[in-house]
């Protein structure tokens, strides 16, 4: 008998499973699940009109990779939300059974633990607000208890659990499963269990697209465990619990090329939470700032009274007079949205602003994400599928002294024309969303030469289209990059970018040449996109740019 077998519910184990219409299969007429057989009429939602995949294996395998564990110990669930609910309804009888919680802590397992008639035995965090295995399993009488939910790091103090308490935890409560909550794990330097789970037959470990990977909205979560845990999970969840359009986003969100911005993202998000960090601790009345995910807990004399204080300048803080009376719960934004906050604090009077613009751009032929900071000079990294062109547009943004993170997927079997094409398009279009309205940037850029070969590129961010290269190359491609689309960059990227690019190249030796035009860009970028310190006056006599 499996662990899971024996501290299930009887009657769930009891139960068949579900009896709903089976995954299609090609080349059948679907008249088994009473669906409507007209396409759905919404836009760019195709086969909606469909039941979804109950449980989608592409989208199963990609978490599984992403973890690092066995499609077959994961669980795809609508949000973590929904995996504390079945793991609290396939394991505790009502009225018998416990749920363990180490307060303050995130209220849906006392939740979800009530709606089911299930005791919640609460241990608490120390008064420093730190994790205490030995008061935790003091606290826990194991008889009953089927569940411990142990939150990593904690929302809302933003404690870290040691990933050694949880494997003693685990060890001295054989008949409970410890699950250990990792929705915040991304923002932690603490290593995720999930690879341990299944190994250690009585952990679970929960992961969400709703922080790190930006998906709040659609509901995407997981369990991982041994497979017979997952098995139990499978016979209480709903028939088709994840929608179609979640799915979707689910997989497209974690395409392996928008990847690099979401490792940007986080990155940027922690560089955030530090700032606010030592901004907020500084101040009057706060007595100690955490930071743990993403977000701060801040413990302050009078709570409610900055929350409200907050909440008078139209910023919402998470502050719960009864879970956690010592501090409140802000989360990181924007830098702008943060900037605000401190301006709240009496901390800065600047505004904050950001030119920064994150491109996703997905056809047939490629799938591009692209996130650019016209602010930053760091990071750069460019993963085109053309290692040359990665060299080239390398070059771009490092003369730009700008932030450019980019990856294609892209029909490189073909050809490197699409791929070559559409990221000069992608890169244009960000450059234009990134510039805003133009205000305070100079207009015009300018270049110079490079060993035997003369590379000009003049810039003029006009708004108004305009492409001309004067020039020629001897050989078919450099690097693997086609020389004939070396112009056709240039005019992609003029089109898009909504500028007049002049570019003109002589010399012998054509690795020098495209390379000097790139270099000559990224020159004439970094003149005409620099804030030139006049506040924000528009470089055009004509008002707009
Ligand atoms: N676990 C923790 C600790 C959380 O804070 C949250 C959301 N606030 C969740 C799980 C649920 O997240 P979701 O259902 O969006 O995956």
Same mark, same amino acid.
């Given at each position: ?415 490197? %024309? =699409?791929? &070559? $094409?559409?990221?000069?398009? !992608? /890169? #244009?279009? *960000? @450059?234009?969303? +990134? ?75 054509? %690795? =020098?040449? &495209? $390379?000097?035009?790139?270099? !000559? /860009? #990224?020159? *004439? @970028?970094?003149? +005409? ?17």
């Amino acid at each position: 008998m499996s662990l899971a077998e024996r501290l299930a519910r009887p009657e769930i184990l009891a139960l068949p499973a579900v009896d709903i219409a089976g995954a299609p299969v090609a080349g059948t007429i679907r008249l088994d699940a009473n669906e409507n057989p007209f396409e759905s009429l919404v836009s760019g939602q195709p086969a909606i009109n469909r039941y979804p995949d109950p449980q989608p294996a592409q989208l199963r395998q990609r978490m599984a990779g992403l973890y690092g564990v066995p499609a077959e110990s994961l669980w795809v669930t609508r949000g973590s939300d929904d995996a504390i609910d079945l793991l609290i309804r396939g394991f505790c009888r009502a009225g018998v059974d416990s749920v363990g919680i180490v307060e303050p802590t995130f209220s849906a397992y006392a939740q979800f633990a009530r709606v089911q008639g299930a005791a919640v035995i609460a241990a608490r965090l120390t008064s420093d607000l730190e994790f205490d295995a030995d008061a935790v399993l003091a606290a826990m009488a194991p008889a009953a208890l089927k569940l411990l939910f142990l939150c990593t790091p904690n929302n809302p103090t933003g404690t870290p659990v040691d990933p050694a308490d949880v494997r003693r935890i685990a060890a001295a409560l054989p008949d409970t499963l410890v699950v250990a909550d990792e929705a915040y794990g991304e923002f932690s330097n603490c290593p995720s269990l999930a690879a341990e789970a299944g190994p250690i037959p009585n952990l679970v470990v929960l992961k969400t697209l709703s922080k790190a990977y930006g998906l709040a909205g659609a509901r995407v979560g997981c369990a991982v465990a041994d497979p017979s845990i997952i098995d139990l999970l499978a016979r209480v969840s709903p028939p088709y619990p994840l929608p179609g359009p979640s799915i979707a986003a689910a997989l497209a969100t974690l395409g392996p090329e928008r990847m690099p911005v979401h490792a940007e993202r986080i990155a940027r998000l922690l560089a955030e939470r530090d700032r606010l960090l030592g901004q907020l601790g500084d101040t009057e009345g706060v007595r100690r700032v955490r930071a743990g995910g993403n977000f701060l807990f801040l413990e302050v004399e009078r709570p409610e009274e900055l929350a409200q204080r907050l909440a008078a300048a139209a910023i919402r803080v998470r502050f719960r007079a009864k879970a956690a009376p010592g501090g409140v719960r802000v989360t990181v934004g924007t830098e702008a949205e943060n900037q605000a906050l401190l301006a709240a604090f009496g901390l800065t009077r600047e505004a904050g602003s950001s030119r920064r613009a994150e491109i996703v751009r997905d056809t047939n032929e490629t799938r591009i994400a692209l996130a650019i900071d016209l602010d930053r000079a760091e990071p750069r990294r460019i993963a085109s599928g053309i290692p040359f062109y990665d060299h080239m547009l390398d070059q771009v943004a490092a003369h730009g002294g700008f932030s450019l993170v980019l990856a294609c997927e892209g029909d490189l079997t073909i050809d490197p %024309h =699409h791929s &070559v $094409e559409d990221i000069a398009i !992608a /890169l #244009g279009t *960000a @450059l234009k969303q +990134a510039l805003g309205d133009k205000r305070g940037i100079g207009r015009f850029g300018f270049a110079l030469p490079m060993d035997e070969t003369r590379a000009e590129v003049l810039i003029d961010l006009s708004g108004r289209p305009f492409a001309r290269f004067e020039g020629s190359f001897a050989s078919a491609a450099v690097g693997g990059l086609p020389t004939e689309l070396v112009p056709h960059i240039f005019r992609s990227l003029a089109d898009s970018l909504g500028a007049a690019v002049h570019v003109r190249v002589d010399g012998e030796n054509d %690795h =020098h040449k &495209v $390379e000097g035009c790139f270099k !000559a /860009l #990224g020159r *004439a @970028l970094r003149t +005409a996109v620099a804030l030139e310190g006049r506040g924000d006056a528009l470089p055009s006599t004509k008002g707009v740019l």
